[in-house]
């Protein structure tokens, strides 16, 4: 059997080395356009900031390393330019030539293209591969570069601006959303802005860039709000577009992405997998996830079904992720509220501030959570934020997903405990008890945007509590004495608990309803309202 593998980064080479692991006979070749395969494109923009130090470190696995230990022929530089699914036959382009090669098997494995929107030029770069890395990196030194522009606030922008930031240049990150880092909703997103900003870097939302001019690290960029400034250099990072020209007079789109059956087939003996094509969400609709981890699953997947080994695993990707911004970790999974209002999904959230750790032990750090999840429980899609184990909640939730639990499994998730490492109830468990009495009808909740003028609210901190500040308006009984109040409060009005994080507000309302009064807890207390004040 002769399979052939176009693309030898994430999708191919793992595709690639699991199959010679199944089938020790099947002659494999994997055709890479550029110069190097199975490099760490993850990890690219951590060269420029000099925490990888060695190029050599960016080769997960060389061409030379595959065929010596997976006997796999690794055909670097070589571009595959057609695809005859009748004629199981495919044209490559090399530095002499055009040659055909057939196959028995097909993978599909090209990847995405970073996205340009016509800008370019000298001192103009992507961090696509390592070869951008290292162009990028010599015209910073060769030309003294000290400003950098940097287009898209995703993960690969974050990255590197904080990356160019430790390089020690100013870095301006303009992005054309209203918030940075789209997995996250919008009250998270400032807190990672408030972050790139504390140090010192730019950055401007609502803002595209309109065009680029200059050479030799002296830059002109126009923004689209027609201001400008000088820089010597400027890294698009604005998204990538699934590479699926190869297929696509034979293959089915999904917005540029390949739509593949479940065991990853879009054609004859034809397959795919990685960022070049679609998957499937929570709900089982397609979608794009170009993400380094369902890529290499994808490619074992399509490795095992060539094999003989029906695999339908990968299909359904949450897309859980992390992000380092400095001292902090962003984490998600799964939906976000921004894709289920555009959606029109049903939904209810939770949130939660709990400490990463138990709060007696020493050097604890507060995490913000939010739990999006359905009216039957079912969980949706999770967000953390904070400077310890925020992804490891993320983890854990995403885990639970994959089995299709609700809010109710995170409620009795049972989690490694040890006051250095969590707490007895640990931040999972936390959203779990807040998520699962909202659906009980326990608590009702509110959150920011929802209150209004005929609210009273309640803020039951302590008065020492009050000079961070509070709600306008708000009302202040401290819950220790709340009981020998209650004729303080109207009885014709929604009584809305604040408090700093949401959980004195929730011992409040189980006060107030059980004593006739119509009350809500006001999620996050203050803590989320001035997060909400900032959006």
């Given at each position: 059997m ?6 030898g ?53 060389t061409?030379e ?6 006997n ?49 030029g ?6 696509k ?19 950098v522009?940097?287009?898209?606030g ?5 990255e ?79 998204g990538?577009?699934?590479r699926?020209g190869l297929?696509?007079d ?11 059956d ?20 929570s ?16 490619g ?35 939906k976000?509220?921004k894709?289920?209002?555009?959606s ?23 995490l ?9 429980g ?29 809010v109710?499994?995170?409620e009795?998730a ?5 006051p ?19 659906l ?5 909740t ?27 308006g708000?009302?202040n009984i ?15 009005k929604r ?5 700093a ?12 309803l ?15 309202y001035?997060?909400?004040?900032r959006?």
């Amino acid at each position: 059997m002769k399979v052939v593998i176009v693309g030898g980064v994430a999708g191919g080479a793992s595709a690639a080395t699991r199959l010679r692991r199944l089938d020790e006979r099947a002659e494999i070749v994997i055709l890479e356009r550029g110069d190097m395969v199975s490099y760490a494109n993850c990890g690219l923009p951590y060269y420029l900031g000099g925490v990888i130090s060695e190029k050599s470190s960016l080769s997960v696995a060389t061409p030379e390393f595959l065929k010596k230990r997976f006997n796999i022929d690794v055909r670097v530089r070589s571009e595959a330019v057609k695809i005859d699914p009748e004629a199981h036959a495919v044209t490559v382009r090399d530095e002499n030539g055009e040659y055909v090669l057939k196959y028995d098997k097909l993978v599909l494995a090209t990847g995405a293209e970073a996205n340009t929107f016509g800008l370019g030029g000298d001192g103009v770069f992507v961090l696509k591969d390592v070869a951008d890395t290292l162009a990028l990196d010599d015209y910073v030194t060769r030309h003294g570069v000290e400003k950098v522009v940097v287009a898209g606030g995703g993960f690969i922008g974050v990255e590197t601006a904080e990356n160019l930031k430790e390089r020690g240049l100013d870095v301006i990150m303009a992005e054309f959303q209203p918030h940075i880092l789209p997995p996250l909703d919008p009250e998270f997103a400032v807190v990672c802005e408030d972050e790139l900003r504390s140090r010192g870097i730019d950055v401007r939302t609502g803002l595209g860039i309109k065009s680029i001019t200059g050479k030799d690290g002296k830059l002109t960029v126009t923004f689209t709000d027609s201001s400008v400034t000088e820089a010597g250099a400027a890294v698009l990072a604005t998204g990538v577009t699934p590479r699926s020209g190869l297929v696509k007079d034979f293959a089915k789109l999904f917005a540029g992405a390949v739509l593949t059956d479940p065991d990853f087939t879009l054609a004859e003996d034809v397959y795919a997998a990685g960022d070049v094509i679609a998957v499937k969400d929570s709900f089982g609709r397609d979608t794009k996830v170009p993400l380094a981890g369902p890529a290499n699953r994808q490619g074992r997947s399509v490795a095992n079904n060539i094999a003989g080994i029906p695999d339908q695993n990968g299909k359904r990707v949450f897309g859980a992720s992390v992000v380092k911004i400095f001292d902090i970790a962003a984490a998600s999974v799964g939906k976000n509220e921004k894709a289920l209002k555009a959606s029109g999904d049903a939904y209810l959230k939770a949130y939660a501030f709990p400490m990463s750790h138990a709060g007696y032990y020493p050097g604890g750090k507060q995490l913000k959570m939010k739990l999006l999840f359905a009216p039957d429980g079912k969980i949706l899609g999770a967000q953390a934020i904070g400077e310890q184990f925020a992804e490891k909640q993320i983890d854990v939730i995403s885990a639970v997903m994959h089995f299709g639990g609700t809010v109710y499994d995170l409620e009795q998730a049972e989690l490694c405990y040890a006051p250095p490492f969590n707490s007895a109830k640990s931040p999972v468990n936390m959203l779990g008890f807040i998520a699962a009495n909202i659906l009980s009808g326990l608590c009702p909740t509110v959150y920011p945007e929802d209150l209004t003028e005929d609210d009273f609210v309640l803020d039951v901190r302590n008065p020492s509590e009050l000079r961070v500040g509070g709600i306008p308006g708000a009302v202040n009984i401290p819950l220790d004495s709340l009981r020998e109040n209650l004729d303080k409060l109207p009885r014709d009005k929604r009584i809305v608990a604040s408090c700093a994080v949401g959980l004195r507000g929730y011992l409040a309302v189980r006060i107030l309803l059980q004593n006739g009064f119509n009350a809500s807890n006001l999620s996050g207390g203050y803590s989320l309202y001035r997060l909400y004040k900032r959006i």
